[in-house]
Nanobody
């Protein structure tokens, strides 16, 4: 079974930075597609960044150039570096893992970590 545990959220001032972590349990972590989503109050959950094996990344237009997603296979962890934060980045950030079908399949979610950007 896959479990995801996020950490690193908090309160930060406009223009500040944070690093979110998502620690994953399970085998063959390097084969999973990992992503960060966020959901602000009253809004739908939206994709922020995704990393697909081997290290292909893509970002939402709203965070391109400010956020960086990375994966450390040895740690079974994916990170999201949030730079130049704005008030509109305030949301609960969720980690998502999609396991290849040949290794069991499935889409898994963490519990979320809150990011609040104060102006």
């Amino acid at each position: 079974q896959v479990q995801l545990v996020e950490s690193g959220g908090g309160l930060v001032q406009d223009g500040g930075s944070l690093r979110l972590s998502c620690a994953a349990s399970g085998n063959l972590f390097s084969t999973w597609t990992m992503a960060w989503y966020r959901q602000a109050p009253g809004n739908q959950r939206e994709l922020v960044a995704r990393i697909t094996p081997p290290q292909i990344t893509n970002y939402a237009a709203s965070v391109q150039g400010r956020f960086i997603i990375s994966r450390v296979v040895a740690e079974n962890t994916v990170y999201l570096r949030l730079n130049s934060l704005k008030s509109e980045d305030t949301a609960v950030y969720y980690c998502n893992a999609v396991r290849p079908i040949q290794y069991g399949g499935g889409s898994y979610w963490g519990q979320g970590t809150q990011v609040i950007v104060s102006s």
